[in-house]
């Protein structure tokens, strides 16, 4: 089993930036594929951003490319997404997830493990 815990999450004025972070533990780290997902209120949870093994590959959905930054630290088991220039429609729950498998994966049904979640909203 894989255990992810979100935090950093919170309420940020347009133009902010908040960096969240995904802490794993249960598994070695380094062997996981990781993504961020996120699901505004009233909509469907949607792919943000991947990141893998040795983070020397990302992929970002086009809405956040230039704007989101993924990155991971293997050293510490933990994940992160630093977002910059914050938008009232970045407004969502933000869930980190791992994966086992290679190459580059971008649906829900690929990753095995899900956080929680942690809230960010924007305020215009």
């Known amino acids: 089993q894989v255990q992810l815990v979100e935090s950093g999450g919170g309420l940020v004025q347009a133009g902010g930036s908040l960096r969240l972070s995904c802490a794993a533990s249960g598994r070695i780290f380094s062997s996981l594929t990781m993504g961020w997902f996120r699901q505004a209120p009233g909509k469907d949870r949607k792919f943000v951003a991947t990141?893998?093994?040795?983070?020397?590959?990302?992929y970002y959905t086009g809405s956040v490319k230039g704007q989101f930054t993924i990155s991971r630290d293997n050293a510490k088991n933990t994940l992160y997404l630093q977002m910059n220039s914050l938008k009232p429609e970045d407004t969502a729950v933000y869930y980190c997830a791992a994966s086992s498998a290679l190459g580059y994966v971008n649906r829900e049904d690929e990753f095995d493990y899900w956080g929680q979640g942690t809230q960010v909203t924007v305020s215009s």
């Open positions: 990141i893998s093994r040795r983070g020397d590959r990302t």
